[in-house]
């Protein structure tokens, strides 16, 4: 896989985690990345991205909670999410899309489960 995210697992209501997305693209640099995430029965939602400048950008519902940020000396890009309740309970996938292309397009990770639960 191209993609690989790691980080995912039970988590209490109010807890943090935070999600590492690994990549051995050589474009990695020039890629906005992306987190999506999917709960069972739902469609799938945009987290946020981050540019190749580090310039991030999150949904509305995800403002102030959830923080992604980028290694590019590592290749990896993070998801840290705190204060989490159970509607957050959902598979955490990251996206690398190349400039210009939509939304949606790229390379995809597997993904990543976590669960919000007591």
């Known amino acids: 896989a191209q993609l690989v995210e790691s980080g995912g697992g039970l988590v209490q209501p109010g807890g943090s985690v935070r999600l590492s997305c690994s990549t051995s693209?050589?474009?990695?640099?020039?890629?906005?990345m992306t987190w999506y995430r999917q709960g069972t029965g739902k469609q799938r939602e945009l987290v946020g991205s981050?540019?190749?400048?580090?310039?991030?950008d999150y949904a509305d519902s995800m403002k102030g909670r959830f923080t992604i940020s980028r290694d590019s000396g590592k290749k990896t890009v993070a998801l840290e999410m705190n204060n989490l309740k159970l509607a957050d309970t959902a598979t955490y996938c990251c996206?690398?899309?190349?400039?210009?292309?939509?939304?949606?397009?790229?390379?995809w990770g597997q993904g990543t489960q976590v669960t919000v639960s007591s």
């Open positions: 996206n690398a899309r190349l400039p210009y292309a939509e939304r949606g397009t790229g390379f």
């Open positions: 693209l050589t474009i990695f640099s020039i890629c906005t």
């Open positions: 981050v540019s190749p400048e580090g310039i991030t």
